[in-house]
């Protein structure tokens, strides 16, 4: 569940607020009040005891967070119904339709939304902000809206059930508008039966989408995105069973290069390719056509991935994008050449559909939403995991965890600067895993070489080193006194490996093991204390062996450990490397 906040009240006055919805639900009755700097708290019971703690903490901005976490499962739905109302419900209980983007320059269309949001929405409050059309937000900034004056509408925040119905709507107001647009170009060239065929085969929507495309691209499509392909499949379907012509098969053609566009929007954004406020500067096609304009820059990034069978894939796209802009979305109307045969019309779409396809296949580690996503949501009162060292050669095997209790700590790790540790260099990793002692409650465990070979000859197995080192963090933790709500860690393997190595008091907590845990402030805080006990281990390693000890597992690896066995001997590698990687049968 996502955290609840009441914007412009003081944590007080939403306590008593809430107090006094609580206090009518009969089976419930409130004890322990207890009020300390900027916080407020009170306890719960019923008829068989304590159902748990509710807490109220005042944040920054003069909003309350307020958390019940502690409270009891089959009673936390319950209190939140009573609160319904004080606040708005739907925009903290998670959605499921994903965030993203629409596109869609239409004045007309752009001030059509607005009203029509602002009609249905009573709960967005516009920011008002001049660089933009509009911006509106929603309670706890759950959902924030921003209109660009170039034609592009963001969704960002959080999906919730309120964000759901909200982009339903906004994809409903876009579909409906473009598919008035291509029923208007296609009355101008068809007899009136014809015309009503189409429209009559595009209320039914009798299409079987497998037999177009796969399902790993229909579900990454927005949804007014699936819309404008349904939309074209069908007519394309109809005309060809019915014999239709058109003058000029672009107009149907456009939805496609409409789709296509917008898909590869996302598609950039997601390799990190361009940037979200990108859009707020630049029209969609320049950017684009830039980006898809230097193939070098998508080599770097794709090259990660399994390319080999499609050697020519940015060509394609190249190819299958400039047609699209200049024949069908872009171009100059005196240069504009018409569409006259419907063969080469399919194989424009089909050329069009291989394309997304390819992004789709190739890149599935950005499009996949991990179904628990929302449990990354999490800020506090969890504590995070994370290891350093399990692909490098020399050194040890470190494993961190990191208690968060408390908004307040949360905002001031992200104010240090506190990610994913992939993401910062050897100096700021030291420097802020210092910071990071100092305020929250950790422990690592280090395994160093002599012990994790021990260990592997027992084991005989990464996953089961990683999930015996990732127990005995959680572990050492817990017998700290601290009692999360839950614990994070990074998915290394089957969710069974962690569970198995934890002891009584481990296997109460909820353990939730994600992929990209670090998204999660606690996982990356323990993601740098595991990579600064390994730098700091390296370092020990190189004065022990007398060498420069490089981190990895290359060339340069492979060299090192070559001296070392010169000058120490082969059974020395123990001491100092992971002797199960392939590197040792080399040397």
Not at 109 to 126: A, G, H, M, P, R
Not at 245 to 252: N, R, T
Not at 375 to 402: C, H, M, Q, R, W
Not at 551 to 559: I, Q, S, Y
Request: aromatic content about 8%; glycine content about 6%; proline content about 2%.
């Amino acid at each position: 569940m996502l955290k609840l906040i009441k914007e412009n009240v003081g944590y007080k006055d939403c306590a008593f607020k809430v107090m006094s919805r609580i206090k009518a639900i009969e089976s419930i009755e409130i004890f322990d009040e207890k009020e300390s700097i900027n916080q407020y708290q009170y306890k719960l019971k019923d008829k068989s005891g304590d159902i748990g703690c509710l807490r109220f903490y005042q944040k920054k901005d003069g909003s309350t967070t307020i958390d019940d976490s502690q409270i009891k499962e089959g009673y936390r739905d319950q209190i939140r119904e009573v609160m319904n109302g004080y606040i708005t419900l739907k925009a903290f209980k998670t959605g499921t339709v994903p965030l993203g983007t629409r596109h869609f320059s239409d004045p007309i269309l752009i001030k059509k939304v607005k009203t029509e949001l602002l009609s249905k929405f009573k709960q967005l409050k516009d920011s008002g902000l001049n660089n933009q059309i509009f911006e509106y937000r929603l309670e706890g900034n759950n959902l924030i809206m921003i209109q660009y004056k170039v034609g592009s509408l963001l969704f960002q925040g959080k999906a919730t059930e309120f964000s759901d119905e909200v982009i339903k709507f906004v994809d409903k107001l876009i579909t409906d508008e473009q598919r008035s647009f291509l029923l208007n170009r296609i009355k101008e060239q068809v007899p009136k039966e014809d015309f009503e065929t189409i429209c009559e085969a595009l209320d039914k929507r009798q299409l079987r989408l497998n037999e177009f495309i796969s399902s790993e691209l229909y579900s990454v499509l927005s949804g007014c995105g699936s819309h404008l392909l349904q939309d074209g499949l069908v007519i394309f379907q109809v005309m060809k069973e019915n014999k239709i012509e058109l003058k000029d098969y672009g107009s149907v053609l456009r939805n496609f290069a409409m789709l296509f566009e917008d898909f590869l929007i996302e598609w950039m954004i997601k390799l990190k390719l361009i940037k979200e406020c990108d859009l707020q500067a630049d029209t969609k096609a320049t950017f684009v056509g830039r980006v898809l304009g230097d193939p070098n820059k998508i080599k770097e990034m794709y090259g990660q991935y399994y390319i080999r069978t499609r050697p020519k894939f940015i060509e394609k796209l190249q190819a299958a994008y400039q047609e699209c802009r200049h024949d069908l979305l872009h171009a100059d109307k005196f240069k504009y050449q018409p569409i006259e045969s419907f063969e080469k019309a399919e194989r424009r779409l089909k050329t069009i559909i291989d394309c997304m396809e390819d992004c789709t296949d190739l890149f599935s580690d950005f499009f996949a939403e991990s179904d628990n996503k929302k449990n990354l949501d999490i800020g506090y009162n969890v504590v995070g995991t994370d290891e350093s060292g399990k692909g490098d050669y020399f050194g040890p095997l470190v494993v961190a965890g990191v208690y968060i209790d408390t908004p307040e700590l949360e905002e001031k790790l992200r104010n240090m600067g506190v990610q994913d540790s992939k993401n910062l260099s050897d100096v700021k990793v030291i420097e802020l895993s210092n910071e990071i002692c100092k305020v929250c409650k950790h422990n690592v465990v280090l395994i160093g070489p002599t012990r994790y070979n021990e260990l592997y000859d027992k084991m005989n197995n990464l996953n089961d080193i990683l999930g015996w080192g990732h127990a005995r963090v959680i572990e050492n933790i817990l017998g700290n006194g601290v009692d999360p709500s839950c614990i994070i860690s990074d998915k290394f393997g089957n969710e069974s490996i962690i569970n198995s190595s934890l002891m009584e008091k481990g296997k109460k907590v909820n353990l939730i093991q994600e992929i990209r845990a670090e998204q999660n402030i606690s996982v990356a805080a323990a993601s740098i204390l595991a990579r600064a006990g390994f730098l700091k281990s390296i370092q020990k390693v190189s004065l022990e062996s007398g060498f420069k000890i490089p981190k990895g597992a290359g060339d340069v690896v492979v060299d090192v450990a070559r001296d070392l066995i010169k000058s120490k001997g082969k059974e020395s590698l123990r001491n100092f490397c992971k002797t199960h990687f392939k590197i040792t049968k080399k040397l």
